[in-house]
Nanobody, 123 residues
Framework: QVQLVESGGGLVQAGGSLKLTCAAA??????????MGWFRQPPGKEREFVAS????????YYADSVKGRFTISRDNAKNTVDLEMTSLKPEDTAIYYC??????????????WGQGTQVTVSS
């Protein structure tokens, strides 16, 4: 069982930066056994993959739309995963969700999800 809580969302102007944090509470202190991901759901659209990181943090993956602008990282000692977002664009506006899965199928996470945090980028 993993509980995920996202924070750090807000309103920012285009070109600005934000850092999202996902804090995890995992049974048996098992956070470090989960791959972690960030997803987003833009207004009126389906949820989409943004970035993910392996349980050890040695590999990261990004959607083409955010590559070079967003950075995912994790701190297994603090049970957190961050998403640093720079050069934000209006099309990055979405609800951002954190997800945890022990064995994700590529970009498909089927495990645990947070409630989401709103990111709004104004032009």
């Amino acid at each position: 069982q993993v509980q995920l809580v996202e924070s750090g969302g807000g309103l920012v102007q285009a070109g600005g930066s934000l850092k999202l944090t996902c804090a995890a509470a995992a049974a048996g202190n098992s956070f470090s056994t989960y791959a972690m991901g960030w997803f987003r759901q833009p207004p009126g659209k389906e949820r989409e993959f943004v970035a993910s990181i392996t349980w050890s943090g040695d590999r990261t993956y990004y959607a083409d739309s955010v590559k070079g602008r967003f950075t995912i990282s994790r701190d297994n000692a603090k049970n957190t995963v961050d998403l640093e977002m720079t050069s934000l664009k209006p099309e990055d506006t979405a609800i951002y969700y954190c997800a945890a899965d022990k064995t994700p199928l590529g970009r498909n996470f089927r495990g645990y999800w947070g409630q989401g945090t709103q990111v709004t980028v104004s032009s």
